[in-house]
């Protein structure tokens, strides 16, 4: 099968004619030794298709670019039988710089010229016969949108072959400088190569020098010397040269009659989406438009799943025999799945949202409007991007931080994400808001919505509070460039939204899914076995403890409430008592602290294991109702005012995620990180909780 | 030391000389040269070849980071990064 790169510019449609080619049959692989996700896809069983990332050129400055470099030249640069160099017919000029690039490492080459329907409109005239002449390869006219001329780069896919591509790679700028000249000729006899570009991306991308090993570095730093290469100066005149054959080709093959529609249409709306006043309320509202839209739409998928899967465990548990199986199925792993699916129609709602912001092009406006309300904060505008997405999820947020190119920015970006508010602590937040806060109204405006909005305040407070602290502490004060392109604004296609969606939410599924699902079972072991006979002879105990009781339904409650509390979990949460007592929680609390460290949400599911075990059939009545009337030896009642804002407090800023701890080592490759942020969320949620719970009792 | 060669160039009368931050917003100018040799490269990749034409389209709230038009498309780029490129009105 045919092995083919598609490389091009941010924003040159690349992914959106991945998606064209390959339709749903897609996969996401890595690259060897990193974290940057590969995705790959099938063109029938003609080709292997991969989506390189986004790059203006094959010289690397973010984790992103550098696969790009590596993916082209591994294997001798053979790794690819043909690479596609998608570019936007509407900004041609900047974008053949990559395509000029790669063709000179000696890959066979296509240039596909896409927004056929763009130039179309506005009347522009591309010649592409002399675009093919002049560059030296085959040229696509296409349009990823409208999928017209995609026929053509199929059948050209179907009838390709590497053996037969009629095109020489060139070095003309090698020709110019002879100095450079000879320093190549010498390499070429230490070292063979076939093309003079390839064998200087070793002398002139840093992170490519590092992989060779050391006789060679030092053969090439002495040549380097002898030749008094000046590599950086080099590079400069590179780009000055391939731009002035670039404008020359540009100049003969494009006819530019008018300025496009899109560019007035784009001004036009800059002037409201970056003004000072209204650029921030338009932002404002579309999120709130976004997180109203989630909300509503999220519930009712989320209540057919909650309720299907109850049934499906109800189900299994009657009809499955009883014992070890009937048990770790219905009381184990399904409410472990559940934990995972639930989150599902939430996430994928959310980024469905801002996947379309990104692909109208409006999320780089959001940059331009905050990144100097960030900068103080050691954040830039990037942020916004991993900082919105974490109201979804920090997973995925925290891989969005890849296309800061700063070090430090990411880095604190990273660092901070896992404040936002994300789905998982939202159940949380409803029951401990619904137990306390009155649902009367203020200004049509209900207490408890208000109350969900200010934990929403506080994640992003918090966030942005720990951010600017942050860097404070933190040395290297560099602050980056931002350069980043503006798109012309476009209507979103929902095809390539729909695929980001897909994408994000599976990563979702899958990283999540193992951690939650790993301590639903180890849960169930906990609450399923005991240390000592108590444990085992529960009933025996029971019922000599309540002679009175006859009902079957009653003792087997009272039974269950006792085998937890002296289940391994049950001593546990006994255990920690002293430690959380001062935040006002009792041991059930406990137990779920601790089976929600790995996973937040799980709390909301101990608490109904907690209380639906120990449950008293006779009085039917949800775990809302039940924590309600809980109380403790000396019949006051547990879940107090103070209590449910100590535990709202705590969730809100203790990590208690698993998955995002594994997240972060996987991106900043070291445990240093999400082990201080462990450590730093965990002690500001006990001192915040603690403070909260003793100033409110005082 | 850039400070000063900047005073002697408005003192000699070369008035159209200046920091891109300098430009009036909605007025284009000539781009001459960069001071940051960190992001030269990264710029000029991205079309910002000098001798290439520059307009200052609007600024960020806070007049920071700006927007220009260059090479056919809009590009934002930080305050501080734009006082270190050099324009000719």
């Known amino acids: 099968m045919l092995k083919v790169g598609l490389a091009g510019n941010p924003n040159s449609g690349k992914s959106s004619l991945f998606n064209k080619l390959t339709g749903l049959n897609q996969k996401t692989g890595n690259y060897p030794g990193i974290t940057v996700d590969k995705k790959i896809g099938f063109y029938k069983s003609h080709a292997e298709i991969i989506d390189l990332p986004g790059t203006y050129s094959i010289y690397a400055r973010s984790e992103d670019e550098r696969v790009v470099i590596n993916e082209l030249i591994s294997e001798g640069a053979k790794n690819f039988d043909l690479v596609l160099v998608v570019v936007d017919a509407t900004n041609l000029r900047r974008q053949l710089l990559l395509f000029s690039q790669i063709r000179d490492l000696g890959i066979p080459v296509a240039l596909v010229v896409n927004m056929a329907d763009i130039l179309e409109k506005s009347g522009w005239i591309l010649n592409l016969d002399i675009l093919s002449k002049e560059l030296q390869t085959e040229v696509f006219l296409l349009s990823s949108r409208t999928g017209k001329g995609i026929r053509e780069l199929k059948n050209y896919l179907k009838s390709f072959s590497a053996d037969n591509y009629p095109f020489q790679a060139e070095d003309a700028f090698v020709e110019e400088k002879p100095e450079l000249e000879g320093f190549l000729k010498e390499l070429k006899t230490e070292f063979p190569f076939e093309y003079p570009f390839l064998a200087w991306q070793d002398v002139s991308q840093d992170h490519i020098f590092q992989q060779l090993d050391s006789s060679k570095q030092s053969k090439l730093k002495e040549l380097l010397e002898k030749h008094k290469i000046n590599v950086a100066s080099y590079l400069t005149a590179g780009i000055i040269y391939r731009f002035e054959k670039i404008d020359r080709v540009v100049d003969a093959c494009l006819d530019r009659k008018t300025e496009l529609k899109q560019v007035n249409l784009t001004k036009a709306f800059d002037k409201v989406a970056t003004h000072k006043v209204f650029g921030f309320v338009l932002f404002i509202a579309i999120l709130l438009i976004v997180f109203q839209a989630v909300f509503s739409w999220a519930s009712y998928p989320m209540d057919f799943i909650d309720e299907n899967m109850g049934l499906l465990a109800s189900w299994i548990s009657q009809s499955l025999p009883e014992g070890f199986f009937n048990s770790i199925i219905s009381q184990g792993l399904l409410p472990g799945l559940t934990g995972v699916i639930i989150f599902v129609p939430q996430i994928a709602l959310l980024f469905l949202f801002i996947s379309i912001l990104e692909e109208t092009g409006y999320m780089s406006r959001v940059v331009f409007i905050t990144d100097r309300l960030l900068r103080p904060f050691g954040l830039n505008g990037k942020s916004v991007v991993p900082l919105l997405s974490g109201a979804a999820c920090a997973i995925p947020a925290v891989m969005a931080a890849r296309t800061i190119e700063n070090p430090r920015e990411r880095l604190l970006t990273i660092l901070v994400t896992p404040f936002m508010t994300c789905s998982a602590r939202l159940p949380i937040y409803t029951i401990l808001i619904a137990l306390v806060v009155p649902s009367g109204f203020f200004y049509g405006i209900s207490f408890q919505a208000l109350a969900l909005f200010g934990m929403y305040v506080l994640g992003t407070t918090t966030a942005l509070g720990s951010s600017f602290i942050l860097n404070l502490i933190m040395k290297n004060k560099t602050q980056g460039s931002l350069l980043m392109e503006m798109p012309l604004y476009k209507l979103p296609s929902f095809r390539n939204s729909f695929f980001t969606m897909y994408e994000k939410s599976k990563t979702f599924v899958l990283e999540a899914g193992k951690i939650i699902l790993s301590i639903a079972l180890i849960l169930w072991v906990l609450a399923s076995f005991g240390p000592n006979e108590k444990f085992d002879n529960a009933e025996q105990i029971v019922k000599q403890d309540y002679p009175s009781l006859s009902n079957e339904a009653e003792i087997n409650s009272k039974v269950e409430a006792y085998k937890l509390e002296h289940s391994y979990i049950g001593y546990l949460g006994k255990g920690i008592e002293p430690a959380i007592r001062p935040l006002g929680y009792d041991w059930k609390i406990g137990i779920a602290l601790i089976t929600s460290f790995a996973a937040r949400e799980v709390f909301v599911g101990t608490m109904g294991t907690i209380y639906g075990l120990g449950s008293n059939s006779s009085e039917p009545s949800t775990i809302k109702q039940r924590m309600q009337n809980d109380t403790d030896s000396e019949g006051n009642k547990i879940f107090t005012l103070p209590v449910a804002l100590s535990l709202l407090i705590f969730y809100a800023l203790a990590l208690q995620c698993m998955s995002t701890i594994a997240i972060v080592k996987r991106e900043l490759k070291s445990w240093k990180y999400p082990l201080y942020q462990l450590v730093f969320m965990s002690g500001l949620a006990y001192l915040s909780a603690l403070l909260v719970y003793q100033v409110m009792t005082f | ?89």
Do not use: W
């Open chain 2, 1 to 89: 030391m850039l400070k000063i060669n900047f005073a002697q160039q408005m003192k000699k009368g070369a008035s159209e000389i200046k920091r891109l931050s300098d430009l009036a917003i909605g007025h284009e100018a000539t781009l001459i040269d960069f001071k940051n040799e960190e992001s030269k490269n990264q710029l000029m990749e991205m079309g910002c070849i000098p001798g290439i034409r520059i307009k200052r389209e609007y600024d960020a709230p806070f007049g920071d980071p700006i927007c220009v038009a260059v090479s056919g498309y809009f590009l934002m780029i930080r305050k501080a990064e734009a006082e270190m490129i050099i324009v000719e009105e």
